[in-house]
């Protein structure tokens, strides 16, 4: 039988190149996020390529009613979740401390800490019916430093290493497998969402450098995966070359 991965977060960058990598190898996804005709089209696009069951759900992690009626309410064939991607998350601003935007703060908050643990709630008690499961939590390098400007960011992010060490210790009873990775600049949606759509901006962040792709992640969220049932990598940090964490990065000119 399929194994099921339900990723949030796949209408873009490494949501969606983690729902292709696991298509590609057979697994039956459970994909969400809020922009809809994204997600029918990544259903249909995948569905036919792979001959996979796709199962669309659009809703957005900082409703917690939402989260939970989706996820509870899940037929019976897709309760089986082998494996859980806590991606959806975004940055807004890049402001100093004394002049962000408080509403932006609250949706990263919002987001990146309660829609991860709402999710994940949700998510458990089907993994602990069937004693098994395996939890990726996407972090970031800017939850291991913090670097200018990231305030409420960075918080968010540190709160999801917390969040990932908490969970590893209290599911060990239950034989769940909890994998935090924490990528440096990796090049997709993710610097337009936090720019509010300026392009110069967002561009600036790459240049000068190779980031990491989308896929790159999903690679070694693969990999992870695929480990024997009794190996479990706990906590991973993956930057381009020229990049040592949020706050060096070596650009050409
Ligand atoms: P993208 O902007 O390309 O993708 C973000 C995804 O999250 C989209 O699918 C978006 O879907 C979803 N999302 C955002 N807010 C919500 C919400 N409230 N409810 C449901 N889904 C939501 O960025 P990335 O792929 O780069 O980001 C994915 C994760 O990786 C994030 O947690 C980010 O913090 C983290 N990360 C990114 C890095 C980078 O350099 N790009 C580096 C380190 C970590 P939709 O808008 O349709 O809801
Ligand atoms: C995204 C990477 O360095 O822009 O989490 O915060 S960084």
Redesign the pocket.
């Known amino acids: 039988m399929n194994k099921i991965v339900l990723i949030?977060?796949?209408?873009?960058?490494?949501?969606?190149a983690c729902a292709e990598k696991f298509a590609a190898a057979k697994y039956n996804l459970i994909i969400?996020?809020?922009?809809k005709e994204?997600l029918d089209k990544l259903s249909d696009d995948l569905e036919t390529q792979h001959g996979i069951h796709v199962l669309s759900l659009c809703?957005?992690?900082?409703n917690k009613e939402a989260v939970f009626s989706n996820i509870t309410n899940l037929p019976t064939e897709w309760q089986g979740i082998d494996i859980l991607v806590n991606?959806?998350?975004?940055?807004l601003g890049r402001d100093n401390f004394d002049t962000a935007d408080l509403q932006d703060w609250e949706t990263m908050i919002d987001?990146?800490v309660k829609?991860l643990l709402y999710v994940t709630r949700a998510v458990l008690s089907f993994m602990i019916n069937r004693k098994q499961g395996h939890i990726f939590n996407?972090?970031?390098?800017?939850g291991k430093d913090v670097y200018e400007k990231g305030n409420a960011y960075c918080g968010s992010?540190f709160a999801v290493d917390a969040l990932s060490k908490g969970m590893r210790i209290d599911l060990l009873p239950h034989n769940i497998k909890v994998t935090a990775v924490?990528?440096?600049?990796?090049e997709?949606?993710?610097s337009i969402?936090r720019f509010k759509g300026d392009q110069d901006k967002a561009d600036a962040t790459y240049k000068g450098m190779v980031p990491l792709t989308?896929s790159d992640i999903a690679d070694i969220i693969f990999y992870c995966a695929t480990l024997p049932p009794h190996v479990c990598i706990n906590d991973l940090v993956v930057t381009p070359t020229q990049q040592a964490n949020g706050i060096y990065i070596h650009k050409n000119n």
Request: hydrophobic share 30%.
């Open positions: 949030t977060g796949t209408t873009s960058g490494i949501g969606k969400t996020g809020r922009r994204r809703f957005d992690v900082q991606n959806a998350g975004l940055a987001t990146n829609g996407i972090g970031s390098v800017a992010k924490h990528p440096g600049a990796v997709t949606e993710f969402v989308g």
